[in-house]
Every structure is written in structure tokens, then in C-alpha cells.
């Protein structure tokens, strides 16, 4: 399994307004998930985006993949003090078995 | 469904006592993962099973921790002796063979003392 690097570590923006993450990994892959943790919770899959997908929503949530840039985003619109969390992206190989690997996470401060 | 359920959710020990974590996954689910959550080095996997066998136990950081999963709707993380560096949160995920996503219980937060 590989690990992706989320980008920034940290991010603080008032409410209302859209957060963007980015995630980079470095092999192929069938698809890359995202994951959200509020503090002292576990994680909470947020959506799943195929490798032949460029674009996907969930409602508030955008995500995008560049496969040539072995890169996505996360978008979350119209940002609330509910948002705030750390964020991690999970790039499932291509083949490979089943586990997943987190990195570091973004941590998102929705400021009221 | 209650979600995955993990058992304690807090546990402090002295150093040297036995450890036992449990995790009771979604009924249904054929894939279960034990994972360590700290600040510096982030979530760890241990150890995953499928189908309620071992398929990687690479993760585990010593012959100090040992996990089961007796049966399908039940597995047990087993640390001896527990470590002051031992303390970390420890998460639980179960997932099915054809939905990728996991769903993770709320952690059980072990410090040792």
C-alpha cells in the first residue's frame, strides 16, 4: 500500500468561506479515498474517487484526481465550525492489497 | 447498525500490566484492521484480518503485542507487558470485501503509567 501526503498541515479560514486540500502520491491507483477525524473520534469516510474519475461530489464536497499529476484535491464549500478536523486522503494501489496507509492529515480550523 | 464498537474506551495501566483492546466489527464485515493513532508518528496499521485470518501483522511493533479474532464478529489486541510508549490511541476499522471504505470505532485510549 502507499501512503499520500496531504498539503497543507494546517489550515485556518473563517465560516463561509471553501477550504481546499490537496493530496500527492506516487503509484498508480484504482482509487483514493478521503477521511475525516473530528478530535477524539475516529475516522469517517467522506467519499471515494475512482481512477478513471476526474470529478466528484458529495454535497458540500468536491473532490478532483489527476492521475498524470498523481494528485487530487478536497473542496468543501460554504465552510462551517462543524468542519473543523483533520482531513486524510488514502490512495488505494493499483493490485494491491487491501490496507490502506494514512499520512499525516490536514488539520482544518473552522474559525466562527 | 452501532457501527464498529471498541472496547474500553479509555484504559490507563501501570507499566507491565496486561492490555487487552477489543473490537466487535459490523456485522456482515469481512475485513478487520487495528490501527495506532499518536502525535508524532501519526496512524499506524498493526495488523489486518480476512475473514477472520491474519493476512499482515508487518505493522505490529513487537512480539509484545499479539491480536485474535476468534470468531467473526469479535478480535482482541493484546499487549504484555504494556510500555509507557505504548500509550496511544488504538482505532479498530471494518470494511467489506466489495465497498472500499472502512468504518472506523471510536478508539480506545491507553496510557500507560
Known amino acids: 500500500s502507499q501512503q499520500g501526503e496531504e498539503d497543507p498541515q494546517a489550515l485556518s479560514i473563517q465560516e463561509g468561506e471553501n477550504a481546499t486540500m490537496n493530496c500527492s502520491y506516487k503509484t498508480s491507483i484504482n482509487n483514493l479515498q478521503w477521511y475525516r477525524q473530528n478530535s477524539g473520534r475516529g475516522l469517517v469516510h467522506l467519499i471515494l474517487i475512482r481512477s478513471n474519475e476526474r470529478e466528484k461530489h458529495s454535497g458540500r464536497l468536491r473532490v478532483t484526481l489527476d492521475t498524470s499529476k498523481k494528485s487530487s484535491s478536497l473542496l468543501i464549500t460554504a465552510s462551517r465550525a462543524a468542519d473543523t478536523a483533520s482531513y486524510f486522503c488514502?490512495?488505494?494501489?493499483?493490485?494491491?492489497?487491501?490496507?490502506?496507509?494514512f499520512g499525516s492529515g490536514t488539520q482544518l480550523t473552522v474559525l466562527p | 447498525d452501532a457501527g464498529v464498537i471498541q472496547s474500553p474506551r479509555h484504559e490507563v495501566t501501570e507499566m507491565g500490566q496486561e492490555v487487552t483492546l477489543r473490537c466487535k466489527p459490523i456485522s456482515g464485515h469481512d475485513y478487520l484492521f487495528w490501527y495506532r493513532q499518536t502525535m508524532m508518528r501519526g496512524l499506524e496499521l498493526l495488523i489486518y484480518f480476512n475473514n477472520n485470518v491474519p493476512i499482515d501483522d508487518s505493522g505490529m511493533p513487537e512480539d509484545r503485542f499479539s491480536a485474535k479474532m476468534p470468531n467473526a464478529s469479535f478480535s482482541t489486541l493484546k499487549i504484555q507487558p504494556s510500555e509507557p510508549r505504548d500509550s496511544a490511541v488504538y482505532f479498530c476499522a471494518s470494511s467489506l470485501q466489495d465497498r472500499p471504505g472502512y468504518t472506523f470505532g471510536s478508539g480506545t485510549r491507553l496510557t500507560v503509567v
Open positions: 488514502a490512495p488505494r494501489s493499483s493490485g494491491s492489497a487491501r490496507q490502506l496507509t
